[in-house]
């Protein structure tokens, strides 16, 4: 294989540019032509290819965010953005792509490579949700959790303070991975995940139980798509219920997808854009390279995409053993 692109789609995650980098790195110790693809599909239709080398990459490991950008793109899912992206890969001298992104980046590229098998695609997994089978942990996770913890534990001294009950929104419309983790390691109350059925009467008792005690300043952790609604509409349902506590909602947001990556997402970055480059040198093609017990993990796109990693029950059970 002479040259290789690679590319970010989807929403960024940190860790990203610690991938990109590590792609660049081994591409150039492999004597592999790199280039990279602006802006993901959308830049693989738009012709927007750049030469990366060693200096392209210099600086970037501790950004958050990608510096290759990242956007949705409606035209790829027709038949003629596909065969545009195709020509501009061919124009380019492209033989395979590395694909760093979550489930729609692999089904796109999934369904090109079927019409297009000349191109050899393989993806790594950047994603703040840790939703993707195949893989212990994704791109970007491990910075999310730590961000969604340092700031609950920061609004939970205002809390306390001020003897507030706070609802606490983080990120998680499919799964509940950030709220569990982030909501255990600050001390939540009650952490409400999209896995399990929220049951606001059984919360407001709760509650009611902790006032009795004098416990008047509370964290609850909700994922925004958790089956109650996210934190404004629980925080209605509950003051509904009862009046006796002041009551806040915060919703971090996208703050959590940006940020210094921890140690931890640049070396699993930089381990598996590696690994990238090394499938697509021996002729591999067509997976997802995650890590499952610390060793490299190979998952068909098609398995990564049809199956979704699900809450392990110990991780359920200690947050509710845990709350409270």
């Given at each position: 294989m002479k040259k290789?692109a690679?590319?970010?789609?989807g929403g960024?995650?940190?860790?990203?540019?610690?991938c990109?980098?590590?792609?660049?790195?081994?591409?150039?110790?492999?004597?592999i032509?790199i280039?990279?693809i602006?802006?993901?599909?959308?830049?693989?239709?738009?012709n927007?290819?750049?030469?990366l080398?060693?200096?392209s990459?210099?600086?970037?490991l501790?950004?958050?965010?990608?510096?290759?950008?990242?956007a949705?793109s409606?035209?790829?899912?027709t038949?003629?953005?596909?065969?545009?992206a195709h020509?501009?890969l061919?124009k380019?001298?492209?033989?395979?792509?590395?694909?760093?992104g979550?489930?729609?980046?692999?089904?796109?590229?999934?369904?090109?490579?079927k019409?297009?098998?000349?191109?050899?695609i393989v993806?790594?997994p950047?994603?703040?949700?840790?939703?993707?089978?195949?893989?212990?942990f994704?791109?970007g996770y491990?910075?999310?959790?730590?961000?969604a913890?340092?700031?609950i534990?920061?609004?939970?001294?205002?809390?306390?303070?001020h003897?507030?009950?706070?609802?606490?929104?983080?990120?998680?419309?499919?799964?509940?991975?950030?709220?569990?983790?982030?909501?255990?390691a600050?001390g939540a109350?009650?952490?409400?995940?999209p896995?399990?059925?929220?049951n606001?009467?059984?919360?407001?008792?709760?509650l009611k139980?902790?006032a009795?005690?004098?416990?008047?300043?509370n964290?609850i952790?909700v994922a925004?798509?958790d089956?109650?609604g996210?934190a404004?509409e629980i925080?209605?349902?509950?003051?509904?219920h009862?009046?006796?506590?002041?009551?806040?909602?915060?919703?971090?947001?996208h703050?959590?997808?940006g940020?210094s990556p921890?140690?931890?997402?640049r070396?699993?970055?930089s381990r598996?854009?590696?690994?990238?480059?090394e499938?697509l040198r021996?002729?591999?093609?067509?997976i997802?390279?995650g890590?499952?017990h610390?060793?490299?993990s190979?998952?068909?796109?098609?398995?990564?995409i049809?199956?979704?990693?699900?809450m392990?029950?110990?991780l359920?059970?200690?947050?509710?053993i845990?709350?409270?």
């Amino acid at each position: 294989m002479k040259k290789i692109a690679v590319f970010t789609s989807g929403g960024d995650s940190p860790g990203m540019n610690a991938c990109i980098r590590a792609v660049v790195r081994a591409s150039i110790h492999y004597n592999i032509g790199i280039a990279g693809i602006l802006r993901g599909y959308k830049g693989m239709i738009n012709n927007d290819f750049i030469p990366l080398n060693s200096k392209s990459v210099s600086y970037i490991l501790n950004k958050g965010g990608t510096i290759l950008g990242s956007a949705r793109s409606n035209e790829f899912r027709t038949s003629e953005g596909r065969k545009k992206a195709h020509e501009n890969l061919k124009k380019n001298g492209i033989e395979g792509i590395v694909a760093i992104g979550g489930d729609g980046t692999f089904t796109g590229a999934n369904i090109f490579m079927k019409e297009y098998p000349d191109i050899a695609i393989v993806g790594t997994p950047g994603t703040i949700d840790n939703d993707l089978y195949g893989t212990d942990f994704t791109i970007g996770y491990d910075t999310a959790i730590n961000t969604a913890m340092q700031a609950i534990d920061k609004i939970k001294d205002t809390a306390d303070s001020h003897d507030r009950l706070f609802f606490i929104e983080v990120m998680g419309r499919d799964v509940g991975f950030i709220a569990a983790r982030s909501g255990i390691a600050a001390g939540a109350k009650a952490i409400l995940i999209p896995e399990s059925k929220t049951n606001i009467n059984e919360l407001v008792k709760q509650l009611k139980v902790n006032a009795s005690e004098k416990k008047m300043s509370n964290i609850i952790v909700v994922a925004e798509g958790d089956d109650a609604g996210g934190a404004f509409e629980i925080a209605r349902k509950v003051k509904d219920h009862i009046d006796i506590f002041d009551v806040r909602v915060t919703v971090l947001g996208h703050m959590q997808r940006g940020g210094s990556p921890t140690c931890m997402d640049r070396v699993l970055a930089s381990r598996l854009g590696v690994a990238a480059v090394e499938a697509l040198r021996n002729g591999e093609k067509g997976i997802m390279l995650g890590q499952l017990h610390r060793k490299i993990s190979k998952i068909p796109f098609e398995n990564a995409i049809k199956h979704h990693k699900k809450m392990s029950a110990p991780l359920e059970q200690l947050a509710k053993i845990l709350a409270y």
